[in-house]
C-alpha cells in the first residue's frame, strides 16, 4: 500500500522510543485518518516527502539533556513554519519542542508516573473545555517544561506558529478523556480529513499485487493456523487467483482435529488452492530428546525452511518453472520493531522496513516477498479479513504460536504421552469457555503440560499423574494484558 495513495491527510508520528507510541499511531487510524509510525530522527526529507498536515513527536525514555538524545532533522521547526504545518508533542516530544523554540527544560523535582489530575486554567484550542474543568491524565516523565515560549504547564501552545504540546499521554486508556483530546486537535484546530477506510486498503493491495505479479508468475504461501497468514493469501488470491499455491504443514504440533478444520475453511470456505503435508514424523524425530525451548523453536524453524524448499521444487517441476513470489503476512508492529527508536543503541536502516516474521528464512531465498498487511495493525487485519469474507469464526481464533504446542509442553513433546494429553485437555478447556459464552471476550486461553506430577483420587484410588495448567488473558491489543 502506497501512502500517498490513501484518501485522507497523512499524519506521521517520529518516534523517540515511547513504549506508547504504537498506541498513537492506532488511536489516530480509529478516527479513520491515516498515520504511520517512522524514525525520530529521520532526514528531513523523509518527513516531507510525506506531505503531512500534522506530525506528532512521541515520548521516550531519554532526557533532553543527556548528552546525545535523540531529536528531529535540523531545519524541522522551519519546515513546520513554513508550510504551515501543525506539531504536537507528546511528553519528551513537548521537553524537545519547547527546548528547540528557545524554552527551558528542567530535570523536575520528582518524577510524576501514574494518573494525575489535571485543570483547565485557560480554555485553549488543544484542551478546550471550560476553565475549572478537570480531567484525570496518564504521566511518565522526569523532566519537567519550566520557561515555555507560550502556553500552560499540562498543555501548551503556539497558536500563530502551529505548535501544541502535552505533558501527559493522551493515548492511553488511562487518559479517559485522552481519545477527544486527540479527535479535537485532529479535526477543530487542524482541520484534518478523515477518509481512511479499509474498503480503500483492500481495493489499493488488490491493485498493487496485480502490477507486482507478472501476468504468468506464480505465487507460493506457507499457511498457518493463525489469522495473518490466511487473511495474506485471501487478499493475493483475490489479486491472481489460481497462481496462488498454498501450503499448510501439519507438523504433529497442532491443536485437536485442527488440521481437518482449518482445511475445510481454506477449502470450503475461502476456496483456496491448498497442499496439505503431513510431516508428523519428520518434526517429532527431530525433537526428541529437546526440552529447551529456545532449541524447540530453531528446530522447528528449521524443518519448515526443508518441508518449504521440498514444495517450492516439486511446484517447480509440476509448472514447469520456478514460482516467482513468496507471500508473507508481515504485521505493522513486526515493522516498526524492525527499525528500533533511536537511543536504543541499534541503528535505523530504512525509515519502513520490511521484518520477516517466519523464524528462519533463507538469506540466500530468490523468491520476492509479497507483504500485503505490512501497514496494518492486528485489529485492521481483522476488519479486513470481514470484508473478504473470512468466516467470523476463523478472525475470532485465538493466536496461537508458531512452535505450535511444543513450546506448551514443557519437556520433550515425544515422553509421557504429553502431545495427546494436551490437545484433549486444551479442547476441552476451550469448550467450555465456549459454551460459558465467554471465548469472544478472552483474547488468548490455553493449556500447558508441566514436567511435574501430583497425587490425586479417581474412582477412589490412588494416582500420581502429570499436571497440566490453564491460562486465560484478556487485551484488548494484544500488548497489555489481564
Given at each position: 500500500?502506497?501512502p500517498?495513495?490513501?484518501?485522507?491527510?497523512?499524519v506521521?508520528?517520529?518516534?523517540?522510543?515511547?513504549?506508547y507510541t504504537h498506541?498513537?499511531?492506532?488511536?489516530?487510524?480509529?478516527?479513520?485518518v491515516?498515520s504511520?509510525?517512522i524514525?525520530?530522527?529521520s532526514p528531513?526529507?523523509?518527513i516531507?516527502?510525506?506531505?503531512?498536515?500534522?506530525?506528532?513527536?512521541?515520548?521516550?525514555p531519554?532526557?533532553?539533556?543527556?548528552?546525545?538524545s535523540?531529536?528531529?532533522?535540523?531545519?524541522?521547526v522551519e519546515?513546520?513554519?513554513?508550510?504551515?504545518?501543525?506539531?504536537l508533542g507528546?511528553?519528551?516530544?513537548?521537553?524537545?519542542?519547547?527546548?528547540?523554540l528557545g524554552g527551558?527544560?528542567?530535570?523536575g523535582?520528582k518524577?510524576?508516573?501514574?494518573?494525575?489530575?489535571?485543570?483547565v486554567?485557560?480554555?485553549?484550542?488543544?484542551?478546550?473545555?471550560k476553565v475549572g474543568?478537570?480531567?484525570?491524565v496518564?504521566m511518565?516523565?522526569?523532566?519537567e517544561?519550566?520557561?515555555?515560549?507560550?502556553?500552560?504547564?499540562?498543555?501548551?501552545e503556539?497558536?500563530?506558529?502551529?505548535?501544541?504540546?502535552?505533558?501527559?499521554?493522551?493515548e492511553?486508556t488511562?487518559s479517559?478523556e485522552?481519545m477527544?483530546t486527540?479527535?479535537?486537535?485532529?479535526?477543530?484546530?487542524c482541520g484534518?480529513n478523515?477518509?481512511?477506510?479499509?474498503?480503500d486498503?483492500m481495493?489499493?493491495?488488490i491493485k498493487?499485487?496485480?502490477?507486482m505479479v507478472?501476468?504468468?508468475?506464480?505465487?507460493i504461501c506457507?499457511?498457518?493456523?493463525g489469522v495473518?497468514?490466511t487473511?495474506?493469501?485471501?487478499?493475493?488470491?483475490k489479486a491472481?487467483?489460481?497462481?496462488?499455491?498454498?501450503?499448510?504443514?501439519?507438523n504433529g504440533l497442532?491443536?485437536?482435529k485442527?488440521r481437518?478444520?482449518v482445511m475445510?475453511?481454506?477449502?470450503?470456505?475461502?476456496?483456496?488452492?491448498?497442499t496439505?503435508?503431513?510431516v508428523t514424523e519428520?518434526f517429532?524425530s527431530?525433537?526428541?530428546?529437546v526440552?529447551?525451548?529456545?532449541?524447540?523453536?530453531?528446530i522447528?524453524?528449521?524443518e519448515?525452511?526443508?518441508?518449504?524448499?521440498a514444495f517450492?521444487?516439486?511446484?517447480?517441476?509440476?509448472?514447469?518453472?520456478k514460482?516467482?513470489?513468496?507471500v508473507?503476512?508481515?504485521?505493522?508492529?513486526?515493522?516498526?520493531?524492525?527499525c528500533?527508536?533511536?537511543?536504543?543503541?541499534?541503528?535505523?536502516s530504512?525509515?519502513i522496513k520490511s521484518?520477516?516474521n517466519?523464524g528462519?528464512?533463507p538469506?540466500?531465498?530468490?523468491l520476492?516477498?509479497?507483504?500485503?498487511?505490512?501497514?496494518?495493525?492486528?485489529d485492521?487485519?481483522?476488519?479486513l479479513?470481514r470484508i473478504?469474507?473470512v468466516?467470523y469464526?476463523f478472525?475470532?481464533?485465538?493466536?496461537?504460536?508458531?512452535?505450535?504446542l511444543?513450546?506448551?509442553?514443557?519437556?520433550?513433546?515425544?515422553e509421557?504421552n504429553?502431545?495427546?494429553?494436551?490437545?484433549?485437555?486444551?479442547?476441552?478447556f476451550?469448550?467450555?469457555?465456549?459454551?460459558?459464552?465467554i471465548?469472544?471476550?478472552?483474547w488468548?486461553a490455553f493449556?500447558?503440560?508441566l514436567?511435574v506430577?501430583?497425587v490425586g483420587v479417581?474412582?477412589?484410588?490412588?494416582?500420581?499423574?502429570h499436571?497440566?495448567?490453564?491460562?486465560?488473558v484478556?487485551?484488548q491489543?494484544?500488548m497489555?494484558a489481564?
Open positions: 500500500m502506497d500517498k495513495a490513501v484518501k485522507s491527510d497523512l506521521p508520528i517520529l518516534d523517540f522510543g515511547s513504549q498506541l498513537i499511531t492506532r488511536r489516530i487510524r480509529s478516527l479513520s491515516f504511520l509510525c524514525s525520530g530522527t528531513l526529507s523523509t516531507t516527502s510525506l506531505n503531512p498536515k500534522v506530525v506528532i513527536l512521541s515520548g521516550g531519554h532526557s533532553v539533556h543527556a548528552d546525545n535523540p531529536s528531529f532533522a535540523d531545519g524541522f519546515w513546520a513554519q513554513s508550510n504551515g504545518v501543525f506539531v507528546i511528553c519528551y516530544g513537548l521537553h524537545l519542542l519547547v527546548q528547540r527551558e527544560v528542567r530535570v523535582e518524577q510524576e508516573y501514574g494518573r494525575m489530575e489535571i485543570e486554567e485557560k480554555s485553549c484550542g488543544i484542551l478546550g473545555g474543568d478537570r480531567q484525570v496518564w511518565s516523565h522526569g523532566d517544561a519550566a520557561t515555555l515560549p507560550n502556553g500552560g504547564v499540562a498543555a501548551v503556539d497558536k500563530y506558529r502551529r505548535f501544541f504540546g502535552l505533558q501527559y499521554h493522551p492511553v488511562h479517559p485522552g477527544e486527540l479527535r479535537s486537535f485532529l479535526f477543530e484546530v484534518v478523515a477518509g481512511w477506510k479499509m474498503e486498503v481495493d489499493e493491495e498493487v499485487i496485480s502490477n507478472g501476468p504468468d508468475d506464480h505465487v506457507a499457511l498457518s493456523v495473518d497468514s487473511v495474506a493469501a485471501t487478499l493475493v488470491h491472481i487467483g489460481d497462481r496462488l499455491h498454498c501450503v499448510f504443514v501439519d497442532l491443536r485437536y485442527e481437518e478444520r475445510e475453511t481454506f477449502e470450503r470456505d475461502l476456496h483456496l488452492p491448498v496439505c503435508v503431513d519428520q517429532l527431530k525433537l526428541k530428546g526440552v529447551d525451548p529456545e532449541l524447540k523453536r530453531k522447528i524453524g528449521k519448515f525452511i526443508c518441508v518449504f524448499d517450492a521444487k516439486e511446484l517447480e517441476n509440476n509448472l514447469g518453472k514460482p516467482v513470489f513468496f508473507q503476512g508481515t504485521l505493522y508492529p513486526d515493522v516498526i520493531e524492525s528500533p527508536p533511536p537511543g536504543t543503541g541499534r541503528t535505523h530504512h525509515t521484518h520477516h517466519v528462519g528464512l538469506k540466500d531465498m530468490k520476492k516477498l509479497i507483504e500485503p498487511l505490512k501497514l496494518l495493525f492486528k485492521e487485519v481483522l476488519q479479513g473478504l469474507t468466516p469464526s478472525l475470532k481464533r485465538h493466536p496461537f504460536p508458531g512452535p505450535g511444543a513450546v506448551r509442553v514443557l519437556g520433550d513433546v515425544t509421557d504429553a502431545l495427546d494429553t494436551l490437545r484433549q485437555v486444551d479442547e476441552i476451550i469448550q467450555l469457555i465456549k459454551d460459558a459464552g471465548y469472544d471476550s478472552i488468548q493449556a500447558v503440560f514436567p506430577k501430583s479417581q474412582g477412589d484410588q490412588r494416582t500420581h499423574s499436571v497440566v495448567a490453564l491460562r486465560a484478556t487485551s491489543d494484544g497489555t489481564d
